[in-house]
């Protein structure tokens, strides 16, 4: 079963998707980077992308059996 994590580059992100590996499943991470780092995703497939993306999310979603969303909220929803 593949796991689709959004936000997988980050903190919490990324140690979501080394708990779901040692659960055995298929991870795959969707991150933009723009505060997560691809030192995070090393060893899973990472996808960069926005999530604004509908062509990338949509084939992404085909692949994947659940979605786990985790992204970082932009600093002006913070407010």
Known sequence: MAVL???GAGYIGSHT???LRKRGYDVIIYDNLSTGYK???E???LVVGDFADRAKINALLRRSEAVCSLPRMPRWANR
């Open 17 to 19: 998707a080394h708990v």
């Open 43 to 45: 060893g899973f497939e």
């Open 5 to 7: 994590v959004i936000g």
């Open 39 to 41: 030192e995070l995703a």
